[in-house]
C-alpha cells in the first residue's frame, strides 16, 4: 500500500525512514528552539493552509466577485485532501473558514478555527 501525498505517492518504506529521520534528527532541533509537536503538526500546517487558500487563491480570484472566491477557494481545499469521501465536509469546512475570513477581514481567525 502506498501513502498518497497531495502532490506524490511515497513508498512505505522511504516514507517510514522519512518519518524516523525527522524524529530523530530535526524534532529534537525545533524542540531545542522552542517549537513543540504540537506548533510542528498543528500550527504550522494550518496556517500554511490558510495562506494559501484564503490568501493567495481569494486574491487571485478577486475579480471573480465574492461568489467566485468562496467556490474556488472551498473547491480547491476540498479536492486538496484527497479524500473523496471526506469531500462535501471538507468542502463545508472551507465555506466555513471563508465566511470566517470575509466577515472578520483577517487571516488570524480562519487560521484560529483551523
Not at 88 to 113: M, Y
Amino acid at each position: 500500500m502506498y501513502i498518497v501525498n497531495t502532490s506524490f505517492m511515497v513508498d512505505p518504506a522511504i516514507h517510514d525512514r522519512w518519518l524516523e529521520s525527522l524524529r530523530k534528527h530535526y524534532l529534537p532541533l525545533l524542540a531545542a528552539q522552542g517549537f513543540d509537536k504540537i506548533t510542528f503538526t498543528r500550527v504550522l500546517p494550518a496556517t500554511a493552509e490558510e495562506l494559501f487558500f484564503r490568501g493567495a487563491v481569494v486574491y487571485e480570484y478577486r475579480f471573480s466577485g465574492v461568489l467566485g472566491q468562496m467556490l474556488m477557494s472551498s473547491l480547491l481545499f476540498a479536492f486538496m485532501a484527497l479524500d473523496f469521501s471526506r469531500f462535501f465536509v471538507s468542502l463545508l469546512e472551507g465555506l466555513l473558514l471563508f465566511t470566517v475570513s470575509f466577515l472578520t477581514g483577517s487571516l488570524f481567525f480562519s487560521i484560529a478555527v483551523h
